[in-house]
């Protein structure tokens, strides 16, 4: 038997049997190798391992998983469940192809190294090393270390390319990394058509077609102090363990609320998910239904199951295929069924090249992807950051760290006073999962209203979302805050109540996980309650809540008309504008401009009028720490309606932009050239009477000058953009 040649397949997020290319090559070529030991490692730096400790054992060797800045389980419990069913089914996928797999704890380079000495003490060896790339800070140190152990014990080491993305890198047109554009819509335009992209999936291994586990004598042992699981609920137990007492004070699960996300791990639930999208009409109808709030079938939610690999973005591509030219009888009663590409999958497929371009961002910036300055670089990047910790904030910083930190306390537990906000964090914290537009309007509030250090979100996203990816979650929120590769920066800016009317216009979202608020019949209660009159405050017993009291922000708004239907119409517009997301691996993108023009960076009473509509107005009301309270900010008054205008409104910023294009005025220097006709205007009207009064006297016409309306000069343009929308 020691003549045999095992082959160790370390496995991260690649949990699935097809389309894996090293499963795929051990399956249909001469490779040489007896025998197969896929190993699945928990990494201790980024899984809280302590639950996997000897029953004898009291202290684990290595530190708590914690996350750098807010010291947050760097794995919670909705994605340690998430992570364990996958985990599962892939175990049960290869032993059902007559193959296996056993957990290890510990890092990488000391499995690898621990399974190859204690092969040699049985006479046995380690032919190679497998495992499949990850581009992360983190991930590539690990490749690193295994290459290393290898090395010092005279064994081979490859690293296979991650082919889970939409377009393979051999095909980006990139010759390395660095010559990935820093705008979304310049390395779109070099992808187009996105349609014919990808290359074919890979199948499943035949049974019996893969080299066999080793003998159960061969089989190296876990490494003390930890032992491993031989049933999953074992398994499960253990990883979710240690995993208690998130935060001081959670919020009740509030009664009858669904998660968004019900599902359950692993590629066998990953298959049945995209089949449910393509038959039921989820992948047809997606453009119109991907800005939703409740409910499973809004969104795809495939972001988990690409995020662990249980499924490759190419797999969805060639079922869209199928759907779209009308090749699968399994379609054949689908909506679409052999209609082409329709503005459903075409999305769809824009969704994933945004994950793959985020994934180039990490390979591209590196380190920078955690770094507070973001990708734009200490060197072209300030901001007085706001933080907990003493030692780094400034001497003057208002609200002070330990401010901060009961600020923080509040975002995170729901209990801002912003509906939408604390919608989102409730379910969140409860779901593991929130959507798409929440989780831009979350980040954005952090970052740019709170001016919070916009790690402590990120990390928060990285403990809770189900669908977590490396570089979906932390370049999204970099894009969010104005650090990233956004090219708007600060001046991309929500206003959380219009977003709140426009995409929760009946208010379910908010009081199905904020029940505070369920029994408020007006919306602007409902996404602010301490707008709610006192007498309806003391019926309900809310009138000494923190979030009339204190809240962290107060944003003056007024509706003159119907908000818009959640169902957003978002038309492909010029340049496909996106606006990052704020999380997980679903990420955050968005078509067409989705910020509100709500400028935060005017003193209060400076009457200073954004591109939105808004102004700063000396009478708003102020933030919670302006009021001797804990945070810091500046009061909004917001003019206008749900559409962002409050003058002129029978001329719409269609027509605006309309004007601008038929002036050949170039964008940015439309609004002084509108001053400067203002200033003139006067004059230009006594012009117009001289012109009159000289035509009425001659025989021959004489041109009119048309002045544009005073109500027309006393707007302003907004600034056309092909930039990201949030």
């Known amino acids: 038997m020691s003549a045999g040649k095992l082959l160790v397949y370390l496995v991260r997020r690649d949990l699935r049997v097809s389309d894996n290319p090293i499963l795929h090559h051990l399956a249909t070529s001469k490779h040489g190798y007896t025998h197969l030991l896929p190993v699945f490692v928990l990494p201790p730096h980024q899984i809280e391992v302590s639950g996997f400790l000897a029953d004898d054992v009291e202290e684990s060797p290595y530190y708590p998983a914690l996350s750098k800045v807010g010291k947050f389980w760097r794995c919670g419990p909705h994605r340690a469940k998430f992570l364990a069913q996958s985990v599962w089914d892939m175990k049960t996928s290869l032993e059902s192809l007559e193959s296996g797999l056993v957990l290890r704890v510990g890092n990488f380079a000391e499995v690898v190294t621990s399974i190859i000495e204690s092969l040699k003490s049985s006479n046995n060896s380690v032919g190679a090393v497998w495992m499949t790339e990850d581009q992360s800070v983190e991930e590539e140190d690990d490749q690193k270390a295994v290459s290393l152990a290898c090395f010092a014990n005279n064994v081979d080491f490859k690293l296979w390319r991650d082919d889970k993305y939409y377009i393979d890198d051999r095909d980006t047109g990139l010759r390395n990394?660095?010559?990935?554009?820093?705008?979304?819509?310049?390395?779109?335009?070099?992808?187009?058509?996105?349609?014919?992209?990808?290359?074919?999936?890979?199948?499943?291994?035949?049974?019996?077609?893969?080299?066999?586990?080793?003998?159960?004598?061969?089989?190296?042992?876990?490494?003390?102090?930890?032992?491993?699981?031989?049933?999953?609920?074992?398994?499960?137990?253990?990883?979710?363990?240690?995993?208690?007492?998130?935060?001081?004070?959670?919020?009740?699960?509030?009664?009858?609320?669904?998660?968004?996300?019900?599902?359950?791990?692993?590629?066998?639930?990953?298959?049945?998910?995209?089949?449910?999208?393509?038959?039921?009409?989820?992948m047809f109808y997606y453009k119109e239904t991907r800005n939703g709030l409740l409910g499973p079938d809004y969104s795809t939610k495939l972001s988990a199951y690409l995020a662990l690999g249980c499924i490759t973005a190419r797999q969805v591509h060639e079922e869209l295929l199928k759907l779209e030219n009308g090749t699968d009888p399994a379609y054949v009663r689908s909506r679409g069924f052999g209609g082409g590409e329709n503005e459903g999958t075409k999305a769809v497929?824009?969704?994933?090249?945004?994950?793959?371009?985020?994934?180039?961002?990490?390979?591209?910036?590196?380190?920078?992807?955690?770094?507070?300055?973001?990708?734009?670089?200490?060197?072209?990047?300030?901001?007085?950051?706001?933080?907990?910790?003493?030692?780094?904030?400034?001497?003057?910083?208002?609200?002070s760290p330990f401010e901060v930190r009961t600020i923080l306390n509040r975002f995170l537990t729901g209990k801002t006073g912003m509906g939408l906000i604390d919608a989102s964090q409730r379910e969140l914290y409860h779901t593991g999962y929130t959507s798409n537009r929440a989780r831009q309007n979350v980040a954005n509030f952090l970052s740019k209203h709170l001016g919070i250090d916009w790690r402590y979100g990120a990390e928060w996203y990285e403990s809770m979302l189900i669908d977590y990816d490396v570089s979906s979650n932390w370049a999204n929120w970099q894009y969010v805050s104005g650090v990233g590769n956004d090219p708007r920066g600060d001046a991309r800016v929500f206003n959380p109540v219009k977003q709140a009317f426009d995409y929760d216009n009946n208010g379910r979202f908010v009081r199905t996980w904020v029940p505070e608020v369920k029994q408020l019949e007006k919306?602007?209660?409902?996404?602010?309650?301490?707008?709610?009159?006192?007498?309806?405050?003391?019926?309900?017993?809310?009138?000494?809540?923190?979030?009339?009291?204190?809240?962290?922000?107060?944003?003056?708004?007024?509706?003159?008309?119907?908000?818009?239907?959640?169902?957003?119409?978002?038309?492909?517009?010029?340049?496909?504008?996106?606006?990052?997301?704020?999380?997980g691996s679903s990420s955050f993108p968005e078509y067409g401009d989705g910020s509100d023009g709500h400028q935060n960076n005017s003193p209060t009473g400076s009457g200073k009028q954004d591109e939105g509509g808004a102004r700063m107005d000396r009478n708003s009301h102020s933030s919670a720490a302006s009021r001797g309270g804990s945070a810091r900010g500046r009061g909004i008054a917001w003019r206008g309606n749900a559409r962002g205008g409050g003058m002129g409104s029978s001329?719409?910023?269609?027509?605006?932009?309309?004007?601008?294009?038929?002036?050949?005025?170039?964008?940015?220097?439309?609004?002084?050239?509108?001053?400067?006709?203002?200033?003139?205007?006067?004059?230009?009207?006594?012009?117009?009477?001289?012109?009159?009064?000289?035509?009425?006297?001659?025989?021959?016409?004489?041109?009119?000058?048309?002045?544009?309306?005073?109500?027309?000069?006393?707007?302003?343009?907004?600034?056309?953009?092909?930039?990201?929308?949030?």
């Open 177 to 282: 990394s660095q010559d990935l554009p820093d705008i979304f819509t310049s390395y779109r335009k070099t992808q187009e058509p996105l349609r014919d992209r990808p290359r074919p999936s890979l199948p499943r291994p035949n049974v019996a077609s893969l080299p066999p586990l080793p003998p159960s004598t061969w089989m190296p042992p876990q490494k003390p102090p930890f032992v491993t699981s031989s049933t999953y609920e074992d398994f499960e137990s253990r990883l979710l363990g240690p995993l208690e007492n998130l935060l001081n004070y959670p919020p009740a699960y509030p009664r009858n609320a669904k998660s968004a996300h019900p599902f359950i791990g692993g590629e066998t639930c990953a298959w049945d998910r995209l089949h449910h999208l393509v038959k039921n009409g989820g």
């Open 523 to 583: 919306l602007e209660n409902v996404f602010q309650l301490w707008t709610t009159d006192h007498e309806e405050l003391a019926k309900l017993g809310l009138v000494d809540d923190i979030m009339v009291t204190d809240p962290l922000k107060k944003i003056e708004f007024s509706v003159d008309r119907k908000p818009r239907s959640s169902r957003r119409p978002n038309r492909w517009r010029r340049g496909n504008g996106r606006g990052g997301r704020g999380g």
């Open 651 to 726: 001329l719409s910023p269609v027509k605006l932009s309309r004007l601008a294009k038929s002036s050949h005025i170039a964008a940015p220097r439309v609004n002084m050239v509108l001053k400067l006709i203002m200033a003139l205007f006067p004059t230009m009207v006594l012009l117009q009477v001289i012109l009159s009064t000289v035509l009425s006297i001659m025989p021959s016409p004489v041109l009119i000058l048309r002045l544009p309306s005073p109500r027309l000069l006393t707007r302003k343009l907004p600034t056309p953009s092909n930039t990201p929308n949030i």
């Open 349 to 399: 497929r824009f969704e994933l090249l945004w994950r793959d371009y985020m994934r180039l961002c990490t390979m591209k910036f590196g380190s920078r992807l955690f770094r507070l300055s973001g990708f734009k670089g200490d060197d072209k990047y300030e901001k007085d950051w706001k933080t907990t910790d003493e030692k780094i904030a400034s001497v003057d910083q208002d609200p």
